[in-house]
Each structure stands twice: as structure tokens, then as C-alpha cells.
């Protein structure tokens, strides 16, 4: 979606980045996951080093704060012990 969208806007003055995140601890994603189950859902993230919200957001403000002739094309984000 993010290539055909950068295929459409060659020319403009706008920059499209990808933002691929791994294993993001959230408070909500496991928990919807699995229906609710609360225990299910924190053994998810249970003995793993995850990255949080913060950690993208971070990410996000890195990019967008890059000279306007930069553009990062695909980001992908994850934890060090996911593979």
C-alpha cells in the first residue's frame, strides 16, 4: 500500500514511511486477542524484552524530523530477542 502511495505522490513534497513494529506491548492488542483473558494475554509478553508505545513514537517523531530531501522508504522495529 505505502509503495503505490509513494508511486502516486512522485513529485509532491511528501514523504511516506513504513512503520513496521514487531512484538509491542500494549494494554489492549492480547487482551482483545483473547477475549479478554486476562492471563493469556500477559503471557504474550512474559519473559521477552518487548518494545512499548513509546518506542514506536520515538520512531515516528526520528523520521518525521529528518531533512525534507530524506525519506526512510520501510522501518521495520523489534525487540531484540524476536526473530
Same mark, same amino acid.
Given at each position: ?36 483473558? #486476562?492471563? +493469556? ?6 519473559? /521477552?524484552? &518487548?518494545?512499548?508505545?513509546?518506542? =514506536?513514537?520515538? #520512531?515516528? +517523531? ?6 525534507? /530531501?530524506? &525519506?526512510?522508504?520501510?522501518?521495520? =522495529? ?6
Amino acid at each position: 500500500m505505502t509503495r503505490v502511495l509513494r508511486l502516486e505522490q512522485v513529485g509532491q513534497p511528501l514523504r511516506i514511511c513504513e512503520i513496521d513494529p514487531g512484538r509491542v506491548k500494549t494494554e489492549e492488542f492480547s487482551l482483545v486477542r483473547f477475549g479478554g483473558d #486476562a492471563e +493469556r494475554a500477559d503471557k504474550v509478553y512474559e519473559g /521477552h524484552l &518487548n518494545l512499548t508505545a513509546e518506542d =514506536i513514537a520515538e #520512531a515516528v +517523531r526520528w523520521v518525521a524530523a529528518l531533512p525534507s /530531501h530524506m &525519506n526512510i522508504d520501510r522501518m521495520q =522495529i523489534m525487540p531484540r530477542d524476536q526473530v
